[in-house]
Protein backbone atom coordinates (compact mmCIF):
# COMPACT_ATOMS: atom_id res chain seq x y z
CA UNK A 1 0.00 0.00 0.00
CA UNK A 2 1.18 3.22 -0.83
CA UNK A 3 1.90 6.09 1.80
CA UNK A 4 3.35 9.43 1.74
CA UNK A 5 3.03 11.07 5.26
CA UNK A 6 3.74 14.40 6.37
CA UNK A 7 5.01 15.95 9.31
CA UNK A 8 6.86 19.02 10.65
CA UNK A 9 4.35 21.75 10.43
CA UNK A 10 3.30 24.21 13.06
CA UNK A 11 2.76 27.69 14.05
CA UNK A 12 5.79 29.60 13.61
CA UNK A 13 6.55 33.55 13.71
CA UNK A 14 7.39 35.77 10.59
CA UNK A 15 11.28 35.09 9.74
CA UNK A 16 11.57 31.93 11.59
CA UNK A 17 11.82 28.12 9.78
CA UNK A 18 10.53 24.96 9.76
CA UNK A 19 11.52 21.35 8.37
CA UNK A 20 8.79 19.63 6.61
CA UNK A 21 9.62 15.57 6.04
CA UNK A 22 7.61 12.94 3.99
CA UNK A 23 8.19 9.52 4.77
CA UNK A 24 7.32 7.33 1.46
CA UNK A 25 6.73 3.51 1.72
CA UNK A 26 4.97 1.31 -0.86
CA UNK A 27 6.91 2.13 -4.04
CA UNK A 28 10.09 2.40 -5.57
CA UNK A 29 11.13 5.79 -3.77
CA UNK A 30 14.20 6.42 -6.01
CA UNK A 31 12.59 5.90 -9.07
CA UNK A 32 10.15 9.46 -8.58
CA UNK A 33 10.57 12.96 -8.74
CA UNK A 34 9.05 13.75 -5.87
CA UNK A 35 7.38 17.44 -5.01
CA UNK A 36 6.39 19.41 -2.33
CA UNK A 37 3.25 21.94 -3.19
CA UNK A 38 1.09 23.71 -0.75
CA UNK A 39 -2.61 25.76 -1.16
CA UNK A 40 -3.43 28.44 1.00
CA UNK A 41 -7.28 29.17 1.51
CA UNK A 42 -8.86 30.06 -0.88
CA UNK A 43 -6.27 29.38 -3.70
CA UNK A 44 -5.17 26.57 -5.77
CA UNK A 45 -2.40 24.27 -5.19
CA UNK A 46 0.65 25.30 -6.32
CA UNK A 47 4.00 23.62 -7.19
CA UNK A 48 6.49 25.05 -4.90
CA UNK A 49 10.01 22.42 -5.30
CA UNK A 50 10.64 19.75 -7.21
CA UNK A 51 13.75 17.03 -7.00
CA UNK A 52 14.11 14.64 -9.72
CA UNK A 53 15.66 11.06 -9.49
CA UNK A 54 19.00 12.60 -10.51
CA UNK A 55 18.82 15.49 -8.30
CA UNK A 56 17.35 18.21 -10.78
CA UNK A 57 16.02 20.65 -8.51
CA UNK A 58 13.58 23.47 -9.59
CA UNK A 59 11.78 25.79 -7.08
CA UNK A 60 8.71 28.46 -7.27
CA UNK A 61 9.65 31.98 -7.69
CA UNK A 62 8.59 33.34 -4.56
CA UNK A 63 10.34 30.35 -2.63
CA UNK A 64 13.84 30.72 -3.94
CA UNK A 65 16.55 31.20 -2.00
CA UNK A 66 14.52 30.46 1.45
CA UNK A 67 13.37 26.90 0.35
CA UNK A 68 15.59 23.75 0.01
CA UNK A 69 14.14 20.53 -1.07
CA UNK A 70 16.36 17.63 -0.13
CA UNK A 71 15.76 13.39 -0.08
CA UNK A 72 17.11 10.80 1.16
CA UNK A 73 17.13 7.56 -1.15
CA UNK A 74 18.01 5.57 2.04
CA UNK A 75 15.06 6.62 4.02
CA UNK A 76 12.53 6.95 1.40
CA UNK A 77 11.99 10.64 2.67
CA UNK A 78 12.06 13.85 1.06
CA UNK A 79 12.29 17.16 3.11
CA UNK A 80 11.45 20.75 2.90
CA UNK A 81 13.72 23.01 4.52
CA UNK A 82 11.63 26.60 5.23
CA UNK A 83 13.62 29.58 5.99
CA UNK A 84 12.83 33.14 6.21
CA UNK A 85 9.10 32.11 6.53
CA UNK A 86 6.50 34.99 5.31
CA UNK A 87 2.99 35.44 6.35
CA UNK A 88 1.53 34.65 2.61
CA UNK A 89 3.82 30.83 2.78
CA UNK A 90 0.44 29.72 5.02
CA UNK A 91 -0.69 26.81 3.61
CA UNK A 92 -1.22 23.28 4.05
CA UNK A 93 1.84 21.24 2.22
CA UNK A 94 1.76 18.13 0.26
CA UNK A 95 4.56 15.86 -0.51
CA UNK A 96 3.85 14.42 -3.89
CA UNK A 97 5.37 11.28 -5.88
CA UNK A 98 5.54 11.62 -9.98
CA UNK A 99 6.38 8.35 -11.65
CA UNK A 100 6.47 8.01 -15.40
CA UNK A 101 2.83 5.90 -14.83
CA UNK A 102 1.45 6.54 -11.47
CA UNK A 103 1.31 9.78 -9.16
CA UNK A 104 0.98 9.72 -5.56
CA UNK A 105 -0.09 12.38 -2.71
CA UNK A 106 -0.08 12.87 0.72
CA UNK A 107 -2.64 14.17 3.30
CA UNK A 108 -0.72 17.28 3.64
CA UNK A 109 0.54 19.33 6.87
CA UNK A 110 -0.68 22.60 7.84
CA UNK A 111 2.08 25.40 8.06
CA UNK A 112 0.80 28.51 9.67
CA UNK A 113 3.48 31.75 9.58
CA UNK A 114 1.94 34.23 12.21
CA UNK A 115 3.10 36.33 15.07
Known amino acids: QVQLVESGGGLVQPGGSLRLSCAASGFIFSRYTMNWYRQAPGKERELVASISTTGWLNYADSVKGRFTISRDNDKNTVYLQMNSLKPEDTAVYFC?????????WGKGTLVTVSS
Open 96 to 104: NARGSAMNY
